[in-house]
């Protein structure tokens, strides 16, 4: 954010957005892993099913704003960041724009009734993201800081 233009109506609308898409995850969450014990077995599955639809549209509505940023700053005549940084910006809105479309893609109903090992394939796609961001930190932390350029 901090090399983002903060003077543009639609940076400020969709870092707003980004805030909110933030706040609810755990409302979500919670929504998939915590259910009033007295519903029957099929109630508790169809909410399950629809609170890890809307956090599937949540966790991919950030990854499509995160990779709108970084589309913005790898613009090179903007020249928000270093030429040198502007690749990298790049090939994280391309990593971005990929974990969106497979978290929006797991939004299928049949992802929440295949299961794996008692686990429905929806939870199993929303790794990857996490997964992504850690091997980044693990293997690139100094990508992680960014200059001004």
Do not use: C
């Amino acid at each position: 954010m901090s090399v983002l233009p903060v003077e543009t109506r639609a940076v400020t609308f969709l870092n707003v957005g980004l805030l909110l898409l933030v706040a609810i995850i755990p409302y979500l969450l919670n929504g998939v892993e915590v259910v009033n014990p007295k519903l029957l077995p099929d109630r508790v599955s169809a909410i399950q099913n629809y609170s890890s639809t809307l956090f599937a549209l949540d966790l991919g509505g950030i990854l499509l704003i995160l990779a709108t940023f970084a589309h913005v700053i790898s613009l090179e005549e903007k020249k928000l960041v270093a030429p040198e940084l502007v690749t990298l910006f790049r090939n994280g809105r391309n990593r971005m724009l990929i974990l969106a479309v497979l978290t929006l893609v797991s939004i299928g109903p049949r992802f929440w009734q295949w299961t794996l090992l008692g686990v429905p394939i929806r939870l199993y796609l929303w790794y990857p993201p996490l997964i992504s961001y850690w091997v980044g930190r693990a293997v690139r932390p100094d990508s992680r800081t960014y200059k001004l350029g």
